[in-house]
Structures are given as C-alpha cells and as structure tokens.
Nanobody, 124 residues
Framework: QVQLVESGGGLVQTGDSLRLSCAASGLTFSSYVMGWSRQAPGKEREFVGTISRRGGLTYYADSLKGRFTISRDNAKNTVYLQMNSLKPEDTAVYYC?????????????????WGRGTQVTVSS
C-alpha cells in the first residue's frame, strides 16, 4: 500500500520560513518524480514545483521561484519543500504527489499517488 504523508505545516507569521516533509512508503521512491502542489480556500489546486528522480533537477512555478526549494533524500524516501519569506497568500493545504512516468520539467502531471496534505497558514 502506497502512502505519502506530509508533515511540517502550521501557523507562521509573514516573513517566516517553514519546511514541509513528505514521507513515502510502499513504492520505489527513486523511480518517481515528486511534486508539490497547494490549494488555497476557494481556489483550484496550484502547481508548486517538482524534483527529478535523482534529485538533481527542480522545476518551479514562476511565481514561487527564489522563495521555495524542493529537495529529496532517496535514502529516506522523503521529499522536502523549504518555504522562505512566507506571505499570507501562501496560505493553503500543501500536497505532495508521485509521478512514475512523467518528466520533472513540466507543470502537467498525471500523478499516480497523492498525500492528504498539510495545512500552512501565514498570518499578516
């Protein structure tokens, strides 16, 4: 049974940093492009970024470049999302997802698995 479990969310203030983790189990982690997406209240799910299978390459939504960084540790079956200089508009549920067949360098993915998400709230 495949599981993706996000953690690290919480309530922070504008300008703070936060690191989310997503622990994967039940799959060959290094075979998957891993991605992060987010969904704010009343809005559609939004692409955040992805990381290649070996972790050397990343791809981000243009609006988030420079503030968000994705990394992964294949030995720990974990992918991370480092978020800096957080803004109230970053408030959302953040999801990780796994894509077996896709490329890392695209916003379009047909993810095979999704986590349940972790809430990030940024107060002004």
């Amino acid at each position: 049974q495949v599981q993706l479990v996000e953690s690290g969310g919480g309530l922070v203030q504008t300008g703070d940093s936060l690191r989310l983790s997503c622990a994967a189990s039940g799959l060959t982690f290094s075979s998957y492009v891993m991605g992060w997406s987010r969904q704010a209240p009343g809005k559609e799910r939004e692409f955040v970024g992805t990381i290649s299978r070996r972790g050397g390459l990343t791809y981000y939504a243009d609006s988030l470049k420079g503030r968000f960084t994705i990394s992964r540790d294949n030995a720990k079956n974990t992918v991370y999302l480092q978020m800096n200089s957080l803004k109230p508009e970053d408030t959302a549920v953040y999801y990780c997802a796994a894509d077996l067949s896709g490329r890392y360098d695209t916003m379009r993915h047909e993810y095979d698995y999704w986590g349940r998400g972790t809430q990030v709230t940024v107060s002004s």
